[in-house]
């Protein structure tokens, strides 16, 4: 059973950066494809970014590129999101997910493994 520990959230400014982390414990990302998704208050969870085992294939929904980047390291078992330019309206919790499957997938079914989520607070 892959357990999932996400870390970095914060409270920063608008304009500031952020890095989350997430790690595996428990077991690895050995072959798993990885995403962050993230909910803020009163509105549902929504996709953020995915990437593939390994590594080599990205995506990212259409309000986060070109400011967040998705990047895994599973050597060291672990997946981050660097997150710069960041708006008011990326606050929320944002979780981690892995998948049995390897590619880089988009939708909540297709994850397996949830984190308990790292909120992210930005004040304009």
């Known amino acids: 059973q892959v357990q999932l520990v996400e870390s970095g959230g914060a409270s920063v400014q608008a304009g500031g950066s952020l890095r989350l982390s997430c790690a595996a414990s428990?077991?690895?990302?050995?072959?798993?494809?990885t995403g962050w998704f993230r909910q803020a208050p009163g509105k549902e969870r929504e996709f953020a970014a995915g990437?593939?085992?390994?590594?080599?294939?990205?995506v990212y929904a259409d309000s986060v590129k070109g400011r967040f980047t998705i990047s895994r390291d599973n050597a060291k078992n672990t997946v981050s999101l660097q997150m710069n330019s960041l708006k008011a309206e990326d606050t929320a919790v944002y979780y981690c997910?892995?998948?049995?499957?390897?590619?880089?997938?988009?939708?909540?079914?297709?994850?397996?493994?949830w984190g308990q989520g790292t909120q992210v607070t930005v004040s304009s």
């Open positions: 428990g077991g690895t990302f050995n072959g798993y494809g």
């Open positions: 990437i593939s085992w390994s590594g080599y294939t990205k």
């Open positions: 997910a892995a998948s049995r499957r390897t590619s880089a997938m988009t939708r909540e079914y297709e994850y397996d493994y």
